[in-house]
């Protein structure tokens, strides 16, 4: 699975961006998808992640501020974010777990995009 996110930029404290991350390549079955972020010398955080069948999971940070969306049939998601902080500033990255039949045996996979840089200024 190939992951292309999108979206990312410079934006001031306060304003909004919208993320989006469009999979692509030889999958059966997309299944859970997702954002995480992550700054320099730190771990990688989960952000939010959407099931396929649109249930979602925020991390509390994001909780009031962020909305992840996903598109089925473009398999695609979003991460809308709303009264960012300069604390959101991280390079964010796109994953997507998926499921192949190989030899008529599924196989799962956790695939990670490039990763997208946002940069929220004070």
């Known amino acids: 699975v190939q992951l292309q996110a999108s979206g990312g930029g410079l934006v001031q404290a306060g304003g909004s961006l919208r993320l989006s991350c469009e999979a692509s390549?030889?999958?059966?079955?997309?299944?859970?998808m997702g954002w995480y972020r992550q700054t320099p010398g730190k771990q990688r955080d989960l952000v939010a992640t959407?099931?396929?069948?649109?249930?979602?999971n925020y991390a509390t940070f994001a909780m009031a501020r962020f909305i992840i969306s996903r598109d089925t049939v473009k398999n695609t998601i979003s991460l809308q974010m709303y009264n960012l902080e300069p604390e959101d500033t991280a390079v964010y990255f796109c994953?997507?777990?998926?499921?192949?039949?190989?030899?008529?045996?599924?196989?799962?996979?956790?695939?990670w995009g490039q990763g997208t840089l946002v940069t929220v200024s004070s």
């Open positions: 959407i099931s396929r069948y649109g249930g979602a």
């Open positions: 390549g030889r999958f059966d079955r997309l299944d859970d």
């Open positions: 994953t997507a777990d998926s499921t192949t039949l190989e030899h008529g045996r599924p196989v799962s996979k956790t695939s």
